[in-house]
T-cell receptor
Framework: DAKTTQPNSMESNEEEPVHLPCNHSTISGTDYIHWYRQLPSQGPEYVIHGLTSNVNNRMASLAIAEDRKSSTLILHRATLRDAAVYYCILRDIVRSSGYALNFGKGTSLLVTP | DSGVTQTPKHLITATGQRVTLRCSPRSGDLSVYWYQQSLDQGLQFLIHYYNGEERAKGNILERFSAQQFPDLHSELNLSSLELGDSALYFC???????????FGPGTRLTVL
């Protein structure tokens, strides 16, 4: 299975943009790139996903490299509530074993006022 | 609130015992997933059910079993409990098999 590599931790100031990187050099053509986050003492929550093109939603933007070997989750204006562990996950929905989420260690984002 | 409910919120039991964790998915969701989160192993996928049928297994021990009932709620049964089974157990649901997953608040299991 393709794996992802993320920095262990990152820090940002409140109201500034945050760029969370993810490397996935062994990604396959049928792998979707998903991002979930886990706020303290809560279950994970979906953030965004994409296949090849950049994606935007109300929570964040996802920028995918042209060769798909890396991606970046962009939080446009970090708030204190965005402090969480962010997980970059590859999901191959062609195979039934790809339906589940394979969480790695993620990036712990600290947001300071 | 994700719409996924899990009971109980906390569970304290002794080694060797058996417990049942319950999950009610969001209305309309057919898939239920179980995950275990421990300090040393992180978040790990255990098992996936879709419309009552088992679809995939992850790192689920033989002492653990699950099922999804006709009303789509699911139960995770943990038996012969060991100290190492202490963890947070999350249930997630999704509409189908490749949609975004919505997670419940989790059940914290403590085995003494």
């Amino acid at each position: 299975d393709a794996k992802t590599t993320q920095p262990n931790s990152m820090e940002s100031n409140e109201e500034e943009p945050v760029h969370l990187p993810c490397n996935h050099s062994t990604i396959s053509g049928t792998d979707y790139i998903h991002w979930y986050r886990q706020l303290p003492s809560q279950g994970p929550e979906y953030v965004i996903h994409g296949l090849t093109s950049n994606v935007n939603n109300r929570m964040a933007s996802l920028a995918i490299a042209e060769d798909r070997k890396s991606s970046t989750l962009i939080l446009h204006r970090a708030t204190l509530r965005d402090a969480a562990v962010y997980y970059c996950i590859l999901r191959d929905i062609v195979r039934s074993s790809g339906y589940a989420l394979n969480f790695g260690k993620g990036t712990s984002l600290l947001v300071t006022p | 609130d994700s719409g996924v409910t899990q009971t109980p919120k906390h569970l304290i039991t002794a080694t060797g015992q058996r417990v049942t964790l319950r999950c009610s998915p969001r209305s309309g969701d057919l898939s239920v997933y179980w995950y275990q989160q421990s300090l040393d192993q992180g978040l790990q996928f255990l098992i996936h059910y879709y419309n009552g049928e088992e679809r995939a297994k992850g790192n689920i021990l033989e002492r653990f079993s699950a099922q999804q009932f006709p009303d789509l709620h699911s139960e995770l049964n943990l038996s012969s409990l060991e100290l190492g089974d202490s963890a947070l157990y999350f249930c997630a649901s999704s509409l189908g098999t490749n949609n975004e997953q919505f997670f419940g608040p989790g059940t914290r299991l403590t085995v003494l």
